[in-house]
């Protein structure tokens, strides 16, 4: 008979509903063996901190220490943008350091949050990332044994190496006393080849047993389960467990259902996901999405998704994630653009055809239409999709920002609160806006990250190259303003001692111009949108010249021009071009525009 998903919330039903035995031990025992726990969970031994205290938790001491416990898992909770759908905590934690069987299932359809559930317990246990192990299905291990050891092709060797499996009961064998333990996921158990699994029915029980032999070699672990924390993840699309229609290897595990994920839930995940709080000198800067922005990301997910399913967008499309809408909400908040939002979502979803699996260019340029369209009509009623709320000297300001928007002309006000200056503890005036806000990205300038966000607003009347000026070749663009109410003249002039930009766009100040020249507040070599777009135009040329003037070398010119093909194609120009910037924005330094006109 095979174990259906009624069987198997039936299996483990009544192993739920017992309650841990209640144990009530002398008072002052008890409080001393609870600080105790309190103390070894402030050092961050959150499982043994767990196991001392669970005997107490049916007495009046025990409330002590579940607080300090709640404010932990919430902690990590705010750290990682996580919200409990399931309620699960922290009842989740005692089953996991009080059950005999330490083998835990979690099943439900796709983007209900089995995964991240798994991540958020390990950071909440406090184990380490080379503690933390993940096997997927692999049709080509037709044995058990064949995930803990395979043979050591790679090193031209028959001596048998250690697969993920034989590595973490290997690493689970050494440990201490009070070291976190080791924790495996099975992803997608249910997708495991036949049989598999339950040829290992040893390695589930309470003191995990593994006995192999492989060309004469034997490996013998005996682990604890203490010390090896075993999970998994159940598709409903799956008819049985394992390949076990005995139900012999279920029965050593705890199953918890996870539902789809309610819209009303999804909101406040996105609600909690998109406020940003940063805080500079005195000032706190609070950004977030608005209600009906988060409202058409749900409905292009749904939209989406619906497709996917209905086979609407093709045999090889992929649904969009819980973590993908994270995603395009950050997009959204970055950028107000929906273009971004289209290549980003275009490129989770169609990923498997941009990669070559198809070579139907016309096809996927239907799919891609179709994506956008259904991008464009979602988020057509929403007239502004971010809010910004600056907190400074005891007084606050709200700025909503409308998609599109020219930002220079809102930049200019969001910081100036009833005509207070904002000053630096030097003295000297911090003239920000909510673009540089975002903070320093691996090493990149503040500037050069969040001007990459509205670049793409930018284009080009025409792109003229040849002339030579002051000793460089001039690189001169026409910039059509992102209103379309102006135009902008930008150059790059390619000089020996790196390149000269200017241009005649409002967001050039003479503030910009200091910050390019002197680097004066940390971020240095600060260009506007229209240098990077221009740097993006001609990017070979560019890189080609800091090649020839030794700024740069070719290998890294060279990668970058590969990646950057590559990145256009996913959908992830944005991220590139940040490293573009990286390589080329230093070299950089600002004239005057009336310098080069003359």
Known sequence: MSVTLTTLQEHTKKEQEEKLPIVVPRVSVTKEIINKAIRLLEKGKVYLSIKYALPFKYTSVFKKYEEKLHNHI??????????????????????????????????????????LTIHIIKEVLNIPDDQFFIIHPDLTRRDFKSNVLEPGIENNSTTPQLSELGKALE?????????????????????????????????????????????????????????????????????????????????????????????????????LNSKKEEHIEDIVVTRALTGKAIDALIEIYYGINHLVASGGLGELSSPLTVRDLIQLADVLQDTGNLESLVHVCCSRVLHRMVKGITSDETRLAELEHTIKNI??????????????????????????????????????????????????????????????????????????????????????????????FSGGKVIYGRAQSSSGSGEYDTYIILRNDGLAVSCTCPSFSEGIRNYLNTGTTGNQNVPCKHIVKLVLETKEEILDHLVAIEKI??????????????????????????????????????????????
Do not use: C
């Open 553 to 598: 070398h070719s290998t890294e010119a060279d990668n970058l021009l590969a990646v950057g093909g590559f990145a256009s194609r996913m959908g992830r120009i944005s991220e590139w071009l940040k490293e573009l910037l990286k390589t080329v924005v230093p070299h950089m330094y600002a004239v005057e525009i009336n310098t080069i006109r003359s």
């Open 375 to 468: 991008i464009v009509g979602k988020m057509s009623s929403v007239d502004e999709f971010l809010e910004i709320i600056v907190e400074a000297h005891g007084k606050v300001k709200i700025t909503k920002i409308p998609l599109f928007e020219k930002r220079a002309e809102i930049e200019e006000n969001i910081f100036n609160i009833e005509a207070v200056p904002i000053r630096t503890s030097d003295g000297n005036i911090l003239r920000l806006n909510y673009e540089m806000l975002n903070l320093n990205r691996q090493g990149i300038p503040i500037m050069a990250v969040k001007r990459t966000n509205n670049v793409w607003q930018v284009s080009f009347r025409e792109i003229q190259r040849g002339a030579t």
């Open 74 to 115: 919430q902690e990590v909770f705010r750290r990682y943008g996580y919200i409990d759908v399931n309620n699960l905590f922290p009842e989740i934690l005692y089953l996991v350091a009080g059950a005999r069987y330490k083998n835990f299932l979690f099943y439900g359809p796709p983007n209900s949050g089995k995964s």
């Open 171 to 271: 690493l689970a064998s050494s440990l201490k006393e009070g070291d976190p333990p080791v924790m495996i996921v099975f992803e997608e158990i249910d997708q495991f080849p036949k049989g598999v699994l339950k040829q290992g029915n040893t390695f589930f029980e309470p003191l995990r047993k593994v006995h192999i032999t492989m060309y004469g070699k034997t490996f013998k672990w005996e682990v604890p389960a203490d010390k090896l924390l075993v999970f998994g993840t159940f598709n409903p699309t799956g008819t049985y467990f394992g390949g076990d229609r005995t139900e012999a290897l279920i029965s050593r595990w705890l199953v918890f259902k996870f539902p789809e994920i309610p819209r009303d839930k999804l909101k406040e995940i996105l609600a």
